[in-house]
């Protein structure tokens, strides 16, 4: 019976560093393969805290919790600039590093004999030392563990950690600071990993570095993959198959080298197996099918000056929205942008155009951001926002789509749009776990907000969708709302209306003609001549990275000159 509830609490305890990782790789789509590390870092800051420092457990945890936490805050920076391949290397040399300490420091760690006596916890005056004594213990240490990341990736936290698994430039572009997220879901999947590390340390009353190796790491990753990774239950599920079953192989009438081998080739068919057949897991992100978020109930009736917000500050209506002045940024020998002013009056709809490779779309990065201007300077609303990173920007009052959409394609359709949404409580941790009450009230007003943006571009019906199921002309009204949904004053449409079909570019523009009606301050690049002069009120002719013109949309076409090197030329 005790080789059975032991085997149960190696589940508990993998249960707690599997939705750890989750977290990262799930609903960040950070790819650590150090998970082991923090696991072996915190088994062996609990174990020399209770048997050299001589403290009480559960001090010891906490002790883990905070170490652990703390270094994995350290891994995080120099993660932040890389990304896919180079985040796994990057971990996986940690992983070797750790483990290469682990070792080595023969004076801390004992090196591979390892640590033997760690004191056995000791609660409600019991001393825990069987499986039986351990498992109610680790059944809570699960339980908690999995209550916390539970809350973390079902709340507007988890929302933001998707956007950025699924795009980490788009979700810039709503107005979140992809580095702050990083930093925040590396240390609480630290935090996490080191609960299992400090009981670990005290159930086993051993360890070594063996037990937290890279294959320890390769398997974690695994087994997160299998079981669903974004989702939860799919960790708890795992555990239980992946921990369990070899186990059960142990039974066999054989010889242990032989019933070990018979153990890796299960395992690793079933690895083949589910790769082959169920990519997705055991229980896929979205295997609850339709969510609840809002499906089913009628969008609210708003007017359009009741649904579109401002995240700026107030303004007394007097001269332009934007300006620029002298905006310079070349990329090799190719001028993008040369000397290049412009300014976008309140409340209109202005265009940018030009033939291919005159620098258009490099102007809207220049003026988010996304690109540093090598000289000039943008002013919003007589702010000075040159050197600000695009999240900045947004939340001052300017925000971007993308001629490509970049939605978020993995997330309903109402998330998207709510993830949006600026300043939501349920975004920090603060709020999240001792605001609760406060959380939910200001969810559910963004759930009907942002379902008023999605009834606003026609879309309300389809708000439990996934984004990536829809048409790409619905995509695109999709990706409006979203850039609705961040409040800026100052919108700027990167190709709204190209590659989708007449019936969304009529919609497309009626919107586009709402919005400036209600005040916002549009700009929109756009290769469909017809589009520009239906809705532009005014517009510059760009080319070689120069504003050459500008006047009405009609004028600028009028010129013959203009034609011929719009028409006539092939670059861009």
Not at 84 to 94: D, N, Q, S, V, W
Not at 100 to 110: K, Q, R
Not at 332 to 337: F, R
Request: proline share 5%; net charge positive.
């Amino acid at each position: 019976m005790d080789f059975w509830l032991h085997v149960v609490n190696m589940i508990g305890l993998f249960i707690m560093l599997g939705v750890s990782l989750n977290l990262l790789l799930g609903y960040a789509g950070l790819v650590s393969m150090a998970q082991a590390a923090f696991f072996g870092v915190g088994a062996y800051a609990a174990a020399l805290s209770a048997r050299d420092l001589g403290l009480p457990f559960p001090l010891t945890l906490v002790v883990a919790i905070v170490v652990t936490t703390l270094l994995a805050g350290v891994v995080t920076f120099p993660a932040l600039r890389v990304r896919g391949e180079y985040l796994i290397l990057l971990t996986l040399a940690f992983q070797m590093v750790i483990y290469g300490l682990m070792l080595s420091w023969v004076d801390l760690t004992a090196g591979r004999t390892g640590i033997s006596g760690i004191p056995r916890p000791r609660l409600f005056g019991k001393t825990l030392v069987t499986p039986a004594e351990f498992l109610p213990l680790i059944a809570a240490g699960a339980l908690v563990t999995f209550a916390i990341a539970y809350r973390i990736g079902e709340s507007p936290l988890g929302r933001v950690l998707k956007a950025m698994r699924d795009d980490e430039t788009a979700t810039l572009a709503i107005g979140k600071s992809v580095l702050r997220y990083k930093v925040l879901v590396f240390c609480v999947s630290g935090g996490l990993a080191g609960v299992a590390a400090g009981l670990f340390a005290h159930y086993q009353a051993f360890i070594n570095p063996f037990s937290f190796n890279l294959d320890r790491s390769i398997f974690l990753v695994a087994l997160v993959v299998l079981g669903g990774t974004g989702n939860l239950l799919g960790t708890v599920a795992g555990a239980i198959l992946f921990v369990g079953l070899p186990e059960v192989l142990r039974f066999l009438q054989a010889r242990q080298d032989i019933v070990d081998a018979i153990r890796n080739l299960v395992f690793g068919l079933l690895l083949v197996l589910f790769m082959r057949f169920r990519p997705e897991g055991l229980v896929p992100e979205h295997a609850r099918g339709r969510r609840r978020h809002g499906v089913g109930q009628p969008a609210p009736a708003l007017s359009v000056p009741g649904i579109l917000p401002s995240a700026g500050p107030a303004h007394d209506g007097a001269g332009p929205a934007l300006v620029a002045q002298g905006l310079r940024k070349s990329f090799g020998g190719i001028k993008a942008a040369d000397e290049l002013s412009l300014a976008l009056p309140r409340g209109k709809v202005t265009a940018l155009v030009g033939p291919n490779g005159a620098g258009k779309t490099t102007v809207f990065n220049l003026l988010t951001g996304f690109l540093a201007a090598e000289a000039g300077t943008v002013a919003l609303q007589g702010e000075d926002i040159t050197r600000l990173a695009p999240w900045r920007t947004v939340r001052l009052g300017l925000a971007r789509s993308f001629q490509d959409v970049r939605l978020f394609e993995r997330m309903t359709v109402l998330d998207n749009v709510l993830v949006a949404l600026p300043t939501q409580p349920g975004e920090r941790l603060g709020p999240l776990f001792f605001a609760p009450r406060r959380t939910a009230e200001a969810e559910r007003r963004n759930r009907d907000q942002a379902l008023g943006y999605l009834a606003f571009v026609g879309l309300a019906d389809r708000a439990g969708e996934i984004a990536s199921s829809l048409a790409f002309g619905e995509q695109k009204l999709v990706a409006l709302a979203r850039l609705i949904a961040t409040g800026a004053d100052v919108l700027l449409l990167d190709e709204p209306t190209s590659g989708v079909d007449l019936q969304w570019v009529r919609r497309i523009l009626d919107l586009i003609r709402q919005l400036a009606a209600a005040g916002k301050t549009v700009c929109i690049v756009e290769h469909n001549l017809e589009v520009v002069t239906a809705v532009a009120d005014h517009a510059y002719f760009m080319e070689a990275g120069r504003i050459i013109a500008e006047g009405r949309p009609e004028e600028l076409m009028a010129d013959r000159r203009l034609a011929d090197i719009y028409f006539g030329k092939s670059r861009r």
